[in-house]
């Protein structure tokens, strides 16, 4: 096999709540993640050497500042084979907007090229490289719903929450994660999530209660300083959404939807004001 294309979905998240800042720097955080239908399609061809990569938003830099290229890199620091690849992009997931997508388009890279190169490398190998690019790759190797803990990476996998509506709302601006962790205040997070309780939830999938348990504790420093997102939020709920949260560090706002109709309708209203709105579904996971 020359080449490969593997289609990388977006998240969001369900609940997201931090202990601690970590002496590393990171944050201890607990969080559950849930994949939905909004891909980014990635080609990786196999070379004979080197790395290249293209992309069709401009706003992307097609060279070792993406991720996609460091996950390529990584690989082959432990694949044992000689080699190369070309890696073209094709992006639907929003950037800088909360839902994963570079982290995705790494998980992506990984699996493709872990696959033209014979399977040389196992999970657990996989898993530790994803490791190295950040905490949501490892999430995005299987997918699916599942419980994260620690820096995000430690992942217990939760029954498959599938074919929920969920429309997305992405405003035209850009909000950095990293700025949303160093302004976070650990005293003033609002109402954090009751993890455990979401979680029986879900083994229950018992859609009411998740909808309107959903917590995200960085929505205390996003919303403050961007106030339209909780006016979205608040539209979601009057044009007939279940619950209503922000996805990862925003500025993505979601909102659960009981039926398809009524997501839809919601869908056309948002589109008179905002270009990125999306009506997704919850998909399950995939063998690594």
Request: hydrophobic share 40%; proline share 4%.
């Amino acid at each position: 096999m020359k080449e490969i294309t593997i289609s990388m979905p977006a998240k969001i998240n369900i609940s997201i709540n931090v202990k601690n800042k970590l002496a590393s720097g990171y944050h201890s955080v607990e969080m559950i993640m849930q994949t939905i239908d909004l891909f980014d399609v990635i080609i990786v061809e196999k070379t004979q050497s080197g790395i290249s990569i293209q992309c069709d938003n401009s706003e992307l830099p097609n060279d070792q500042r993406n991720i996609a290229w460091k996950a390529a890199e990584l690989f082959f620091t432990k694949c044992p084979y000689e080699g190369g690849a070309k890696i073209n992009i094709k992006k639907n997931i929003p950037i800088a907007a909360g839902l994963g997508g570079g982290s995705s388009d790494a998980a992506g890279v990984l699996k493709a090229l872990n696959v033209l190169y014979s399977n040389c490398l196992k999970d657990i190998q996989l898993i530790q490289l994803s490791r190295q690019l950040g905490s949501d790759v490892t999430f995005f190797l299987s997918g699916g719903t599942q419980y994260a803990k620690g820096k995000g990476d430690e992942l217990t996998k939760l029954p498959d929450l599938e074919g929920v509506h969920v429309l997305l709302v992405k405003p035209d601006f850009p909000v950095s994660t990293q700025w949303v962790y160093n302004n976070l205040d650990l005293n003033s997070l609002g109402e954090r999530p009751n993890t455990y309780k979401l979680i029986n939830a879900i083994e229950a999938m018992d859609i009411n209660y998740i909808a309107m348990n959903m917590r995200n504790v960085l929505e205390s420093v996003t919303l403050k300083e961007y106030p339209e997102l909780q006016t979205i939020m608040d539209r979601l709920m009057e044009l007939g959404a279940m619950g209503s949260r922000m996805s990862g560090s925003g500025p993505t706002i979601f909102g659960i939807f009981p039926d398809a109709s009524s997501a839809e309708a919601a869908k056309e209203e948002f589109l008179k004001q905002y270009t990125n709105v999306y009506h997704t579904m919850t998909i399950g996971r995939w063998e690594e």
